[in-house]
């Protein structure tokens, strides 16, 4: 009997690598396939994430069907061994939790992932996008980071520092799964 394929979530601020990581993880992963959150359109969840953060950040709020009828269709993939999933809740979204075997945390120091968001998001917008994306961090967004290393942070089975080269993180994350899902 086959066994069914291994999730790990992969989690981080916005800008703290979560997609590089992925990205480089499914290369090294034996018949593996990879979900992006942000590939979703989620119905009947918040709209506003600092209000919602300023609300206590119920993880429940989200409706995440869509990427759990995907997970669940993944899962009797009898070719696949790993599903890794680009999702920044870990274990805090009460159905999702029953579908990941692993979760890690990429700690990304918040100036870093902010220069990333901003070298990522404002190649040709013009300077006053730039200047209103960081007032809104600064007024209200930098409270959804925070929120995630309180609750994200601790609620994951690995953290590895954000600052070190993926291929490291990646790496790391290669000898969890070994030696955690093997």
Request: with cysteine; hydrophobic share 40%.
């Amino acid at each position: 009997m086959m066994q069914k394929p291994r999730v790990i979530s992969i989690a981080a601020v916005s800008g703290g690598g979560k997609t590089t990581i992925t990205n480089q993880l499914l290369s090294k992963l034996n018949n593996a396939k990879a979900l992006y959150f942000d590939d979703y359109e989620f119905q009947n969840c918040p709209d506003d994430i600092c209000e919602w953060v300023e609300k206590g950040a119920d993880y429940n709020e989200w409706n995440l069907l869509p990427l759990i009828k995907d997970v669940q269709l993944l899962l009797k993939d009898n070719s696949l061994e790993y599903i890794v999933l680009d999702y920044p809740f870990a274990y805090l979204h009460n159905e999702m939790r029953e579908y990941i075997d692993m979760t890690i945390y990429i700690d990304t120091p918040l100036d870093i992932a902010m220069a990333r968001r901003i070298l990522r998001n404002y190649k040709e917008n013009p300077i006053e996008d730039i200047r209103n994306d960081l007032t809104n961090y600064l007024v209200r967004g930098r409270a959804a980071y925070l929120e995630m290393e309180r609750t994200v942070k601790p609620n994951s089975d690995i953290v590895i520092q954000g600052y070190f080269n993926p291929s490291f993180i990646v790496e790391r994350i290669l000898e969890e799964v070994t030696n955690r899902l093997s």
